[in-house]
């Protein structure tokens, strides 16, 4: 579905993606972990066409998308939830919500998936009338994620959807990414929270200082000796 082949990314001096090569298969939830600065957002930024790539391609069911437009890409259905949420905290959480129904065919649904936003995030409906910047962090993520939908997404890619989370509601985050997983929804999903991450993955990627030093099934990765003493502390 989404392939990447020794894509480099380059910031003036640095080189913040180093021949990135991974793929992303139809209906799979696909794990790119790996520590801060290891190039993962510039990943996601990659394939959504907000930064230049200095080489290398990215094709979509087939297609070269190297050089689209993140317009264009959008309306592939590619959809990217960054990190930081990134809501219009004056509006509304259902101003928020329609705002991610930008394109068209989206717009024409926007009944349809509405409901079925507050049906898998009931908090949001209950909010529905309350200004998004008066919300809880989790709540946030709940109404990021749910904006994304609003597009009806074909690729939903996760950046840090956790990040500042209590536990807790980390672990809820998860388990709605799982649940629209299993529902079919192709993901591909960015996270520093490595256990709560592979859990859920079917195959996975380690991304350090911008090179891709790891991949294999998920199930996997939890066993490796260099993610347990590096990234989950065992």
């Not at 009931?122 to 946030?140: D, F, H, I, K, M």
Request: proline content about 5%.
């Amino acid at each position: 579905m989404l392939g990447i082949n020794a894509l480099e990314v380059n910031y003036q001096h640095l080189r913040a993606l180093r021949g990135v090569s991974l793929k992303v298969e139809k209906s799979d939830l696909t794990a790119l972990i790996g520590s801060n600065g290891s190039g993962k957002t510039t990943l996601l930024n990659a394939v959504s066409g907000l930064v230049p790539r200095s080489s290398g391609t990215i094709t979509w069911e087939g297609r070269d998308i190297t050089n689209l437009m993140p317009d264009a890409i959008c309306r592939l259905g590619i959809v990217q939830v960054p990190e930081g949420r990134k809501l219009f905290p004056k509006m509304t959480v259902q101003e928020n919500l329609e705002m991610g129904a930008y394109l068209p065919e989206a717009r024409a649904k926007s009944v349809q998936t509405i409901r079925r936003v507050f049906d898998l995030f009931p908090r949001l409906a209950e909010r529905r009338n309350q200004a998004s910047g008066l919300l809880s962090g989790g709540e946030q993520q709940m109404l990021a994620l749910g904006r994304s939908l609003m597009s009806c997404p074909r690729l939903l890619m996760l950046d840090e959807p956790s990040l500042g989370l209590a536990p807790i509601v980390a672990s809820e985050i998860f388990r709605i990414v799982s649940d629209l997983n299993r529902d079919g929804l192709t993901v591909l999903l960015v996270s520093q929270e490595v256990l709560y991450t592979l859990s859920i993955s079917k195959y996975a990627y380690l991304l350090e200082s911008g090179k891709i030093t790891l991949a294999g099934p998920a199930a996997a990765l939890v066993e490796d000796p260099r993610v347990k003493s590096s990234y989950l502390g065992i």
